[in-house]
């Protein structure tokens, strides 16, 4: 080993749990140290709007908004969603929200946890996190070790965060025009130019536009009947491509099964099975790294701190049902998801 850290929480992942986690810890004066695999500000493929929900977690978090000059995109405002179903029917939601760029906004996370007194380790992926008889060993991919008593998971889809089933995107960030509102973010469930679901949102004049599937084969294919969709329905008109986006975000099952930890390593974030409808992340994001974080202050065994997470967690695993239960009752395609 080149070298060995001793602290008293490992961190992985730099997104919006891992980040919270990490400033809710070292504000209590813990000694935290946050692993992240890419450079900051990193990139996610991302609707990036932020529901009212999120936006109130991160004034009750960090004590503070999110600076609208640094981390939004024009429209600032978001005004809702328009989702229209299998049969083209339109259903309309108004709420307010945030239009942002998600790398930006991370690296606003990450430098808030940094003026807490977190380390944080850049461009440092992590070969293995395992139990060890007197907390959790991480091992980075360039053989760096960093021993703590407790460990948070905040991978997303990586492998670190346990056996998983996905569902696959691709969009496009696009110059050109575009007749729909940009102060909505539009969600298409017809089965044509998706297996799951299609959108269109607009950030700082960037048509963006994707479709997800099951299947990564069909996805060039889907896309494209989207596009054709859009410029006959909504008379898009592309005249740059600027940047194609192939991603990927975790398939939540009917009941909406979660994967806590065992106390010793926890989860958070997508790792733990948390994804609202559309891919809406964030909030249950900042919400399971702030109970993961504040259940490992608490103290106690492993199974207290297990219990303790799950007792926090309640209301976001209640709140994710009830979306997807929402989302089952407008489509069925998602009918298994109701309660």
Not at 58 to 81: E, H, L, W
Not at 320 to 330: A, P, V
């Amino acid at each position: 080993m080149k070298s060995c850290k001793r602290v008293d929480l490992a961190i992985v992942g730099a997104g919006p749990a891992g980040c919270t986690a990490a400033y809710t810890a070292a504000k209590a004066g813990m000694r935290v140290c946050l692993v992240e695999r890419c450079a900051l500000p990193r990139y996610k493929s991302c609707s990036g709007m932020l529901i009212a929900r999120a936006i109130e977690r991160i004034r009750a978090y960090y004590g503070q908004d999110a600076p609208v000059a640094t981390t939004c995109c024009a429209p600032i405002r978001n005004a809702g969603m328009v989702f229209t179903d299998e049969c083209g029917k339109e259903y309309r939601f108004e709420s307010a929200g945030l239009n942002v760029w998600r790398s930006e906004l991370d690296a606003w996370f990450a430098a808030q946890a940094r003026a807490q007194g977190a380390q944080i380790l850049e461009q440092t992926p992590v070969a293995r996190c395992v139990p060890t008889q007197s907390g959790v060993e991480l091992t980075t991919a360039r053989g760096d070790r960093i021993e703590a008593r407790r460990a948070i998971l905040a991978t997303g889809v990586s492998a670190l965060g346990g056996q998983a089933s996905y569902i696959y995107t691709y969009q496009t960030y696009c110059e050109g025009t575009v007749r729909l509102d940009p102060h909505y973010f539009y969600a298409y469930l017809q089965p044509e130019f998706s297996d799951y679901d299609a959108w269109l949102n607009v950030k700082d004049g960037q048509i963006v536009f994707g479709v997800a599937s099951s299947s990564k084969a069909r996805l060039a294919a889907y896309h494209e009947s989207f596009a054709e969709y859009l410029r006959e329905r909504h008379g898009l008109r592309v005249t740059k491509t600027l940047r194609v986006d192939p991603w990927a975000m975790r398939r939540i099952a009917p009941g909406c099964a979660t994967n806590c930890g065992d106390g010793r390593m926890l989860y958070a974030g997508e790792a733990a099975g948390l994804l609202n409808p559309m891919g809406e992340g964030v909030s249950c994001a900042l919400e399971s790294g702030y109970a993961a974080a504040r259940a490992v202050m608490t103290g106690g065994d492993d199974a207290q701190v297990a219990d303790a997470y799950r007792e926090r967690l309640q209301d976001t695993v209640a709140y994710m049902r009830r979306q997807w239960h929402l989302t089952g009752r407008l489509s069925e395609r998602f009918a298994a998801m109701q309660l």
